[in-house]
């Protein structure tokens, strides 16, 4: 009898063995005659050794399958066994053919989520090498998202322990004194585009216990006071709306194994001064200092509807007039 130990790395172990160890008990059923063990990333075969190849081959598909779309289906797990699986891949991949240079990570259902301007490939680009940046643009240009897409996929590869989502819990024209419901419950509806961009690229009860067990955390900025941020990605959204002494508080908070992006849209300052902003002041006085770098995105990496694009357009005309005159 052969004995084998099968290593697999960037995997939680539960993604790995599935719900109630269903991905294993599936592998046990097509290979009665071998002993199965697991034990934390890592399968103990015995058995005779064409088995445990078979098995290696299978489980190795599995992987990589669940690494690229984020999860296997019962009927997926099926395919590999009967075979099927690969020449689906290949008929159906919309990917299968295009340059894979510019996908951040594959998020839910298979979804491709990919660097889809010019500027949103600086960013990436931009973080590879350095552990600040900030990505200045207007609506739409997917500053926050491609910034969550970064910071999720660095989880996965398990780069970072954890991922922090901050915003400042600025009112806009409402008061939140008005709002119903506890604190969390008044702040959630600010925090709502961070959500919604997790929502695409993390299955639901996955996020649900990353949020539970604060391996994610989502939080007004003005809770990062007097913490260390470290082994983590911070992702500060809608840094506008920080005044200068809150950024420097923000910025301040990192530790050794941190990245930090900070986004923010200079149109849309919703402080009762628009020289309140500490993102204003950021820009000028942190851009020569190495290791911290900025993307700017204009109206033409808007990836929303058509017409978002114009609307820019459109605003920006009037206020270069308005400052010309």
Not at 103 to 116: C, D, E, M, P, T
Not at 188 to 199: C, G, Q, S, T, W
Not at 200 to 205: R, T, Y
Not at 296 to 312: C, G
């Amino acid at each position: 009898m052969n004995t084998k130990e099968i290593l697999f790395e960037h995997l939680d172990p539960s993604e790995a063995f599935g719900v109630h160890n269903n991905h294993l008990k599936t592998f046990q059923a097509h290979f009665p005659q071998l002993k199965i063990v697991a034990r934390g990333n890592q399968v103990i075969l015995s058995g005779k050794n064409q088995d445990i190849e078979l098995f290696e081959e299978k489980f190795n598909h599995m992987i990589a399958h669940i690494l690229r779309y984020g999860a296997i289906s019962a009927l997926q797990l099926e395919g590999i066994f009967s075979g099927s699986m690969a020449k689906e891949n290949k008929e159906t991949d919309p990917t299968a053919s295009k340059d894979q240079g510019d996908i951040i990570l594959y998020g839910n259902h298979a979804k491709v989520i990919r660097a889809k301007t010019p500027n949103q490939k600086k960013m990436v680009s931009l973080m590879h090498n350095n552990d600040i940046l900030f990505a200045i643009g207007p609506a739409g240009t997917g500053k926050t998202y491609t910034a969550v897409a970064l910071a999720v996929k660095a989880l996965k590869n398990k780069e970072i322990k954890r991922i922090i989502l901050a915003r400042p819990a600025v009112e806009a024209g409402e008061n939140l004194g008005f709002l119903p419901g506890d604190l969390k419950e008044k702040i959630d509806p600010y925090l709502r585009p961070l959500y919604d961009a997790l929502d695409d690229m993390i299955p639901a009860e996955k996020l649900k216990s990353y949020i539970e067990t604060r391996v994610i955390e989502i939080a007004p900025m003005a809770f990062m006071r007097g913490r260390t941020l470290d082994n983590a990605y911070v992702i500060l959204d809608e840094a506008q709306n920080a005044t200068d002494l809150q950024l420097k508080m923000f910025l301040t908070r990192m530790g050794p194994n941190a990245k930090f992006i900070i986004t923010g849209d200079l149109t849309q300052i919703d402080l009762p001064r628009k020289g309140m902003s500490g993102l204003v002041k950021a820009v000028k006085i942190l851009k020569d200092i190495e290791g911290i770098e900025f993307a700017y995105l204009t109206f033409e990496d808007v990836v929303r509807h058509k017409l978002v694009k114009n609307i820019i357009k459109a605003y920006d005309t009037v206020t270069d007039n308005t400052n010309n005159q």
